[in-house]
């Protein structure tokens, strides 16, 4: 069974930081293209950022290029994703995904729970 969990999430003030993680289980995830989603409330779940199988590749939507950080450790099953300079707009709740074979993550195999991100004024 597959497991994507996360974790590191809470309440925040603008212009702090928070570093999010994803454990996986009962996948190869060294053999899976890693990301996070974002969905914040009434819009659509967006693509925050995503990260190769070795993690020599990382792409960054433009809302968070610059302040958030993604990174994986294949020894230890678990993708981060370091959050700086928060601001109100990030306030969302934060899903990990994995692929087995888009990059991008246009195709998912699986979702975590997700975990919320709130940023206070």
């Known amino acids: 069974q597959v497991h994507l969990v996360e974790s590191g999430g809470g309440l925040v003030q603008a212009g702090g930081s928070l570093r999010l993680s994803c454990s996986a289980s009962?996948?190869?995830?060294?053999?899976?293209?890693m990301g996070w989603f974002r969905q914040a409330p009434g819009k659509e779940r967006r693509l925050v950022g995503n990260i190769s199988r070795s993690g020599g590749s990382v792409y960054y939507s433009d809302s968070v290029k610059g302040r958030f950080t993604i990174s994986r450790d294949n020894a230890k099953n678990t993708v981060y994703l370091q959050m700086n300079s928060l601001t109100p707009e990030d306030t969302a709740v934060y899903y990990c995904a994995a692929a087995s074979s888009d990059y991008r993550l246009g195709s998912i195999n699986y979702w975590g729970q997700g975990t919320q991100v709130t940023v206070s004024s």
């Open positions: 009962g996948i190869s995830f060294s053999t899976y293209h």
